[in-house]
């Protein structure tokens, strides 16, 4: 699987309301969360899900390797790949995918339980939750 848990548990919220409106600025916060960044075992398969079924757009795709000279995954000390993608805003509650190619990374958190301390839980409003819902369901190795 290529989520950084082995459950990922997406709550959806379908109806008109609930979705993003700005908060007045006497009700604001000295801070904005712009992004959660889930270190993946297999960026393909996890954009799979984030892009094609969920329907999040890509809007940065890079391949960082240490030394930054470094032109190939063999000449680099360390070699990474970060994906950013977005609903509808560019700023904030941005999903950033991270794959370490070299050297790779061991999954934590084999074998744990649903609702576990470090379990993901991923909440999105769809215009089309049933749809949306298919999509994801049929990619392997998601369990919704």
Avoid: C
Avoid at 16 to 44: F, H, K, M, N, S
Avoid at 79 to 93: E, K, M, P, T, W
């Amino acid at each position: 699987m290529a989520f950084p848990y082995k459950w990922l548990v997406i709550l959806w919220v379908s109806s008109g309301i609930g979705y993003a409106a700005p908060v007045v600025e006497e009700e604001q916060v000295p801070i904005d969360v712009r992004r959660t960044t889930l270190v993946v075992r297999d960026i393909d398969r996890s954009l799979a899900f984030y892009r094609d079924a969920l329907g999040l757009k890509v809007i940065y795709d890079q391949i960082i390797r240490s030394p930054r000279n470094a032109e190939t995954d063999e000449q680099a000390d360390r070699s990474l790949r970060l994906v950013f993608l977005r609903a509808n805003d560019d700023f904030i509650g941005i999903i950033g995918l991270m794959q370490y190619r070299k050297p790779q990374k061991t999954a934590l958190h084999q074998g744990a339980e649903p609702f576990s301390v470090g379990s993901t839980v991923f909440v999105i409003n769809a215009k089309d939750a049933k749809a949306v819902f298919e999509k994801a369901r049929a990619i392997p190795g998601v369990r919704v």
